[in-house]
Protein backbone atom coordinates (compact mmCIF):
# COMPACT_ATOMS: atom_id res chain seq x y z
CA UNK A 1 0.00 0.00 0.00
CA UNK A 2 1.35 3.41 -0.93
CA UNK A 3 2.11 6.11 1.37
CA UNK A 4 -0.36 8.69 0.42
CA UNK A 5 -3.46 5.92 0.35
CA UNK A 6 -2.58 5.14 4.12
CA UNK A 7 -2.41 8.58 4.83
CA UNK A 8 -6.02 8.66 3.08
CA UNK A 9 -7.01 5.58 5.03
CA UNK A 10 -6.34 7.40 8.38
CA UNK A 11 -7.91 10.46 7.50
CA UNK A 12 -11.05 8.40 6.55
CA UNK A 13 -10.44 6.42 10.16
CA UNK A 14 -10.10 9.33 11.81
CA UNK A 15 -13.54 11.01 9.62
CA UNK A 16 -15.54 8.20 10.54
CA UNK A 17 -14.47 8.41 14.00
CA UNK A 18 -15.42 11.85 14.63
CA UNK A 19 -18.38 11.16 13.17
CA UNK A 20 -19.49 8.81 15.37
CA UNK A 21 -18.89 9.75 17.88
CA UNK A 22 -20.28 13.57 17.44
CA UNK A 23 -23.64 11.01 17.00
CA UNK A 24 -23.43 9.51 19.73
CA UNK A 25 -23.03 12.94 21.93
CA UNK A 26 -26.08 14.32 19.71
CA UNK A 27 -28.39 11.45 20.44
CA UNK A 28 -27.01 11.45 24.57
CA UNK A 29 -28.22 15.38 24.68
CA UNK A 30 -31.25 14.45 22.73
CA UNK A 31 -32.03 11.80 24.80
CA UNK A 32 -31.34 13.86 28.14
CA UNK A 33 -33.29 16.88 26.77
CA UNK A 34 -36.57 14.25 26.48
CA UNK A 35 -36.00 12.83 29.93
CA UNK A 36 -36.07 16.07 31.42
CA UNK A 37 -39.18 17.18 29.41
CA UNK A 38 -40.98 13.80 30.78
CA UNK A 39 -39.78 14.28 34.25
CA UNK A 40 -40.96 18.22 33.75
CA UNK A 41 -44.30 17.18 32.06
CA UNK A 42 -45.05 14.04 35.48
CA UNK A 43 -44.69 16.53 38.36
CA UNK A 44 -47.36 19.19 36.37
CA UNK A 45 -49.70 16.22 36.46
CA UNK A 46 -50.39 16.09 40.24
CA UNK A 47 -50.25 20.19 40.36
CA UNK A 48 -53.31 20.15 37.59
CA UNK A 49 -55.22 17.61 39.34
CA UNK A 50 -54.82 17.99 43.31
CA UNK A 51 -53.48 22.14 43.76
CA UNK A 52 -55.60 23.66 40.93
CA UNK A 53 -58.94 25.81 42.15
CA UNK A 54 -61.08 23.71 40.00
CA UNK A 55 -64.01 25.99 40.48
CA UNK A 56 -61.36 28.85 38.87
CA UNK A 57 -60.23 27.21 36.26
CA UNK A 58 -63.87 26.59 34.76
CA UNK A 59 -64.47 30.06 35.24
CA UNK A 60 -61.09 31.19 33.26
CA UNK A 61 -62.19 28.80 30.64
CA UNK A 62 -65.30 30.11 30.36
CA UNK A 63 -63.57 33.66 30.35
CA UNK A 64 -61.88 32.32 26.77
CA UNK A 65 -65.46 31.14 25.59
CA UNK A 66 -66.68 34.75 26.18
CA UNK A 67 -63.67 36.05 24.57
CA UNK A 68 -64.04 34.20 21.54
CA UNK A 69 -67.88 34.61 21.31
CA UNK A 70 -67.18 38.41 21.60
CA UNK A 71 -64.97 38.86 18.82
CA UNK A 72 -62.20 39.59 21.35
CA UNK A 73 -59.98 36.20 20.25
CA UNK A 74 -60.21 33.58 16.98
CA UNK A 75 -61.42 30.65 17.48
CA UNK A 76 -57.62 28.55 17.21
CA UNK A 77 -54.44 27.03 18.81
CA UNK A 78 -52.54 29.34 20.83
CA UNK A 79 -49.17 28.45 21.87
CA UNK A 80 -47.85 29.27 25.04
CA UNK A 81 -44.72 27.01 26.02
CA UNK A 82 -42.57 25.80 23.15
CA UNK A 83 -39.40 24.14 23.03
CA UNK A 84 -38.94 27.34 20.07
CA UNK A 85 -40.61 30.44 20.02
CA UNK A 86 -42.26 32.79 22.23
CA UNK A 87 -45.96 32.61 22.96
CA UNK A 88 -48.94 33.62 20.96
CA UNK A 89 -49.38 37.50 21.32
CA UNK A 90 -52.68 37.05 22.19
CA UNK A 91 -51.87 35.12 25.07
CA UNK A 92 -51.35 38.34 27.16
CA UNK A 93 -55.30 39.01 27.39
CA UNK A 94 -55.48 34.91 29.05
CA UNK A 95 -56.30 34.81 32.64
CA UNK A 96 -53.47 34.57 34.62
CA UNK A 97 -54.48 31.14 35.89
CA UNK A 98 -54.32 29.42 32.72
CA UNK A 99 -51.10 30.90 32.30
CA UNK A 100 -49.78 29.79 35.77
CA UNK A 101 -50.46 26.48 34.84
CA UNK A 102 -48.18 26.63 31.78
CA UNK A 103 -49.88 24.68 29.22
CA UNK A 104 -47.98 24.18 25.62
CA UNK A 105 -51.31 24.91 23.81
CA UNK A 106 -54.89 25.94 24.41
CA UNK A 107 -56.75 25.16 21.48
CA UNK A 108 -60.56 27.21 21.56
CA UNK A 109 -63.02 25.69 19.39
CA UNK A 110 -65.43 28.13 17.77
CA UNK A 111 -68.21 26.04 20.02
CA UNK A 112 -66.58 27.43 22.97
CA UNK A 113 -64.64 24.07 24.19
CA UNK A 114 -61.58 24.80 25.62
CA UNK A 115 -58.56 22.55 25.57
CA UNK A 116 -55.31 23.09 27.82
CA UNK A 117 -53.16 21.07 26.56
CA UNK A 118 -50.35 20.01 29.07
CA UNK A 119 -48.39 18.39 27.06
CA UNK A 120 -47.70 17.52 23.25
CA UNK A 121 -45.60 14.30 23.91
CA UNK A 122 -47.40 12.99 26.66
CA UNK A 123 -51.42 14.13 25.76
CA UNK A 124 -53.45 15.62 28.79
CA UNK A 125 -55.16 18.13 29.80
CA UNK A 126 -57.86 20.00 30.70
CA UNK A 127 -61.58 20.13 29.07
CA UNK A 128 -62.84 23.46 29.65
CA UNK A 129 -66.83 23.57 28.19
CA UNK A 130 -69.59 26.44 27.90
CA UNK A 131 -72.48 26.10 29.91
CA UNK A 132 -75.67 23.49 28.72
CA UNK A 133 -72.52 21.97 26.51
CA UNK A 134 -73.41 18.37 25.94
CA UNK A 135 -70.79 16.14 26.54
CA UNK A 136 -70.39 13.26 24.55
CA UNK A 137 -69.93 9.46 25.50
CA UNK A 138 -66.91 9.31 23.62
CA UNK A 139 -65.43 12.22 25.78
CA UNK A 140 -66.69 10.37 29.26
CA UNK A 141 -64.24 7.18 27.67
CA UNK A 142 -60.85 8.96 28.14
CA UNK A 143 -61.66 12.01 30.98
CA UNK A 144 -62.83 12.23 34.17
CA UNK A 145 -65.11 14.74 35.26
CA UNK A 146 -64.01 17.09 37.67
CA UNK A 147 -67.05 19.97 37.86
CA UNK A 148 -69.61 20.26 35.54
CA UNK A 149 -67.97 21.77 32.52
CA UNK A 150 -64.58 21.11 33.71
CA UNK A 151 -62.60 17.65 32.46
CA UNK A 152 -59.38 15.96 33.20
CA UNK A 153 -58.42 13.98 29.45
CA UNK A 154 -55.55 11.77 29.95
CA UNK A 155 -54.58 9.85 26.44
CA UNK A 156 -52.91 6.99 28.60
CA UNK A 157 -56.24 6.12 29.76
CA UNK A 158 -57.15 4.26 26.51
CA UNK A 159 -54.36 2.17 26.50
CA UNK A 160 -54.33 1.64 30.55
CA UNK A 161 -57.36 1.61 32.24
CA UNK A 162 -56.55 0.97 35.13
CA UNK A 163 -54.81 4.23 35.35
CA UNK A 164 -57.94 5.94 35.10
CA UNK A 165 -58.94 4.09 37.98
CA UNK A 166 -56.28 5.48 40.30
CA UNK A 167 -56.60 9.07 39.48
CA UNK A 168 -60.19 8.75 40.35
CA UNK A 169 -59.99 7.23 43.50
CA UNK A 170 -56.98 9.71 44.47
CA UNK A 171 -59.71 12.82 43.29
CA UNK A 172 -61.95 11.28 45.62
CA UNK A 173 -59.46 11.35 48.51
CA UNK A 174 -59.21 14.78 47.16
CA UNK A 175 -62.78 15.57 47.58
CA UNK A 176 -62.79 14.34 51.29
Known sequence: ?????????????IGCGAFGIAMIAHFGYTAVQAMRFLKWTQTRRPVLLYQTDYRALLEAGRELSRQV???????????????SGDPDPETKQFPQLIMDLNPSVVHIRKDGQVDLGMSPSCPYGILVFPEDYKVSELDKVWAIKLLDGLWYYDEDFRKHPEHKKEVEELLKKRKK
Open 1 to 13: MKRRDKWILIVVI
Open 69 to 83: AAGRLEPRRYRIRQF
